[in-house]
């Protein structure tokens, strides 16, 4: 692909459909969700390709801690592989890794883990991938009030700039395109302040077939778009 004519800033994408596409296969669940898996890093290469700089990927939400324990056992062993595989190619590739979300639900040992990976990207220059995982929206922003709170900031000082500052990455801009995969049509408690003027972008494709095509349709969809920001 190359690279698109006016291309968002910042892509973030709700990726849906990995059980549907294991059971669509007679599979676990969890095949679903490690075919998912696989399919972050030639995604993450394809947007970066297209000059995307930031990519936001939802891939387990404050709400699911709430499904089978297996399964949730099955993703955080996952994430644990990932980090173990996917690092040291992500830093070769120039790509900055970002965690978004909670860690102190995780274990003492995946925590050092992501923040390990954090730190040997830290320096990159290329694409941002921000990984959201232990994260909800709701949660972001009554962490961001506490944080608020405890700074000692008076009310009548608190603004939306004040408020942006204080959600867990401050120096990341607000989504311009938010994709979501698996023919759901809702935002599922994700970026709920950042995407207020994020243009959305709905698919029926599971997420692990999402592909080349796909995103070319996503950035496509997206130049299309007037974005006028509450303006005429």
């Known amino acids: 692909m190359t690279q698109a ?3 968002p800033q910042h892509v973030a994408i709700i990726m849906d459909g990995n059980g549907r596409w294991a059971k669509k296969r007679g599979l676990p669940r969890l095949l679903g969700h490690r075919a998912g898996g696989e399919n972050m890093r030639p995604v993450a290469r394809i947007f970066a390709d297209c000059g ?14 709430s499904r089978p324990r297996t399964e949730v056992s099955g993703l ?3 994430l644990s592989r990932k980090i173990d595989q996917e690092t040291q190619a ?4 120039n790509i900055r890794l970002v965690h978004l979300g909670r860690q102190d639900r995780m274990s003492e040992r995946l925590r050092k883990k992501v923040r390990a990976a954090v730190e040997l990207t830290r320096n990159n220059t290329g694409l941002t991938l921000c990984l959201a995982f232990d994260y909800g929206g709701r949660d972001e922003i009554a962490g961001a009030a506490r944080r608020i709170v405890d700074a000692g900031i008076r009310g ?9 500052r204080y959600l867990r990455l401050p120096d990341v801009p607000d989504p311009d395109l938010v994709i979501r995969t698996g023919g759901e049509s ?8 950042q995407a207020a003027y994020s243009e959305l972008y709905f698919t029926a494709v599971l997420w692990p077939d999402f592909g080349p095509q796909d995103v070319e349709e996503a950035l496509s969809e997206y130049e299309r778009r ?6 005429i």
Request: charged residues 25%; negative net charge; proline residues 2%.
């Open 156 to 164: 009548d000082d608190i603004d939306e700039s004040v408020v942006a």
């Open 5 to 7: 004519n006016h291309p």
């Open 76 to 78: 955080l062993s996952l």
């Open 90 to 93: 992500f830093h070769e590739e």
């Open 52 to 65: 995307v700089r930031y990519l936001t990927l939802y891939a387990f939400s404050t709400e699911n801690w």
């Open 186 to 193: 809702r935002l599922s408690n994700f970026l709920l302040w």
């Open 226 to 231: 007037q974005r006028r920001f509450g303006r």
